[in-house]
């Protein structure tokens, strides 16, 4: 999930906003987790299939 979609229970504002420290900080640290770290389990397994299957009709295209 996304820092843009969360709403923080401190101050019930959206957390993109950063209006008080609790957002801040939670906005901060969701960014530092990376460019995977909003996908979902099921958006993993289905990025790694589609890795799996280009890599084998390369394999199979160089024979």
Known sequence: MTYDRLV???CASPVAEGRCPVCRASRERMQEQGLFAGLNPAMLIVLMVILVAAL???A???I
């Open 8 to 10: 923080c229970a401190n």
């Open 56 to 58: 084998a009709l390369l």
């Open 60 to 62: 199979h295209q160089a």
